[in-house]
T-cell receptor
Framework: GQQLNQSPQSMFIQEGEDVSMNCTSS?????WLWYKQDPGEGPVLLIA?????ELTSNGRLTAQFGTTRKDSFLNISASIPSDVGIYFC???????????FGSGTKLNVKP | EAQVTQNPRYLITVTGKKLTVTCSQN?????MSWYRQDPGLGLRQIYY???????DKGDVPEGYKVSRKEKRNFPLILESPSPNQTSLYFC????????????FGPGTRLTVL
C-alpha cells in the first residue's frame, strides 16, 4: 500500500515552544488531513486540506498542502500541556473512499 | 449524544476461534470504515462501506470480512484469527464519501494467542 513518511517520530518540548512536523509521500495526493489522537481514544480531525499550496489554520494550528502535492506540514504555536498526544497525517489519492495514514508523531510537552 | 460505539473494547482470544467486533453509529452516516493501528505503522484501512450493502477493500483486507446490512452497523469479522491480527482496531464513520471528517470509535484492543 501507499506509504506516508511522517517525521519526527517523537518530540519532547517545553510549554510555549512552537512545533513543526511533516509528512511526505512518493505519490501525489488529492487531500491531506491532520489528526490528533489522545491516549486511549480514537483520532480526531484537526485540519483538512484540499488544494496544492493551501494554508489553513485552526486556532494555534496551521497546516499546508505542499505545492508538489506530495507533502504537508503541521505547525503548532505556543504549545500547551493539552497538546500532548499523537499527531497523524493522512491522505487520499484518486479514490476518496480510501485513506492512508502516516506512522504518527508523538508529542510530549513539559509544563 | 452523537457517537460511534465498538464492542468489545478488549478481547483476548485464541488462534482460529471466530470472532466479531461490532460497530454502531447513531448519526445516520453513509460511510463507515475499519482500521487497525500497530506501533510504528499508524492506522491502516481494512475495509470501508459507502452505504448499505456496498463494501470494498482497504489497504489490508486479508483475514477480515465485513457486512453492512443496516446503515448504523458495520461489524468486523475474523473467521480464523491469527496472532498477526493482534492489534488495536478502530471503526469510523462520516456523513458520506468525500466528507473527510471521520468520527472514530473508542477502539477495540484484540490479542490473539
Amino acid at each position: 500500500g501507499q506509504q506516508l513518511n511522517q517525521s519526527p517520530q517523537s518530540m519532547f518540548i517545553q510549554e510555549g515552544e512552537d512545533v513543526s512536523m511533516n509528512c511526505t509521500s512518493s505519490s501525489i495526493f488529492n487531500t491531506w488531513l491532520w489528526y490528533k489522537q489522545d491516549p486511549g481514544e480514537g483520532p480526531v480531525l484537526l485540519i483538512a486540506l484540499y488544494k496544492a499550496g493551501e494554508l489553513t489554520s485552526n486556532g494555534r494550528l496551521t497546516a499546508q498542502f505542499g505545492t508538489t502535492r506530495k507533502d504537508s506540514f503541521l505547525n503548532i504555536s505556543a504549545s500547551i500541556p493539552s497538546d500532548v498526544g499523537i499527531y497523524f497525517c493522512a491522505g487520499q489519492l484518486g479514490n476518496f473512499n480510501k485513506f492512508y495514514f502516516g506512522s504518527g508523531t508523538k508529542l510530549n510537552v513539559k509544563p | 449524544e452523537a457517537q460511534v460505539t465498538q464492542n468489545p473494547r478488549y478481547l483476548i482470544t485464541v488462534t482460529g476461534k471466530k470472532l466479531t467486533v461490532t460497530c454502531s453509529q447513531n448519526m445516520n452516516h453513509e460511510y463507515m470504515s475499519w482500521y487497525r493501528q500497530d506501533p510504528g505503522l499508524g492506522l491502516r484501512q481494512i475495509y470501508y462501506s459507502m452505504n448499505v450493502e456496498v463494501t470494498d477493500k482497504g489497504d489490508v483486507p486479508e483475514g477480515y470480512k465485513v457486512s453492512r446490512k443496516e446503515k448504523r452497523n458495520f461489524p468486523l469479522i475474523l473467521e480464523s484469527p491469527s496472532p498477526n491480527q493482534t492489534s488495536l482496531y478502530f471503526c469510523a464513520s462520516s456523513l458520506r464519501t468525500g466528507i473527510n471528517e471521520q468520527f472514530f470509535g473508542p477502539g477495540t484492543r484484540l490479542t490473539v494467542l
